[in-house]
């Protein structure tokens, strides 16, 4: 076995030791427990692991555990008491969903972004290191737009995004919009029923 695989593994055994043992009710399984995270085998992956858990909003950088109301197991262990408890509605489920957040900028754009240009990347790299934003990028020939895809409950972080932007608040953004987009194929995309 290998010293990241170990430090893997011993890391998710003192988490899981940490928290509360469940009881064997169904019921008061997830007393006090507002979320659940499930994580798949990062095979050995200490750093991915670390990642996970940090976007999830499990630790801080140090890494400490920082959730109390946040129960975490494995995604075999993601039971009929789960789905038990969501369907009598104990538990809600909140289904993330993409939203685009699609810009018009105007003709001197790519002239006009440089002094800001640091300022919009850092945030991009922040909403994308907190789970928000899943890809982004400037539309090309012409340089007319960019469209930036988002991953949430609602558009609220697309809206505050851009309401920060500083591309948007210096006027290179003419006009920007969001759009709920129902994703069929993807990362939190649900394939409708026929």
């Known amino acids: ?37 499930a994580i798949g085998d990062v095979q050995g992956d200490y750093p991915r692991f670390l990642e996970i858990l940090r976007t999830a909003e499990l630790i801080d950088g140090k890494p400490t555990w920082k959730r109390r109301d ?10 009929a008491k789960v789905l038990d408890l969501i369907m009598v509605g104990q538990i809600s489920l909140t289904l993330a969903m993409h939203f685009i957040l699609f810009y018009e900028v105007g003709d001197d754009y790519v002239e006009r972004r440089g002094p800001f ?3 919009h990347l850092g945030l991009i790299q922040q909403a994308h290191g907190r789970g928000e934003l899943v890809m982004a990028g400037a539309l090309a020939d012409p340089a007319d737009g960019a469209v930036l895809v988002f991953r949430g409950p609602s558009s609220e972080a697309a809206e505050a995004f851009a309401k920060a932007d500083p591309y948007v608040r210096n006027g290179l953004v003419k006009k920007w919009r969001v759009r709920h987009w129902n994703t069929v194929m993807g990362d939190g995309a649900k394939l409708p029923t026929l």
């Not at 290998?2 to 019921?27: E, G, K, V």
């Not at 946040?70 to 039971?79: K, P, T």
Request: glycine share 4%; hydrophobic share 40%.
């Open 1 to 37: 076995m290998s010293p990241r695989s170990c430090l893997t593994r011993l890391l998710l055994a003192f988490l899981l030791a940490a928290l509360p043992a469940h009881p064997q009710t169904p019921q008061d399984a997830f007393e006090g427990i507002h979320r659940v995270v």
């Open 70 to 79: 946040c129960s975490l197991c494995g995604s075999r262990d993601i039971s």
């Open 117 to 119: 240009r640091a300022e």
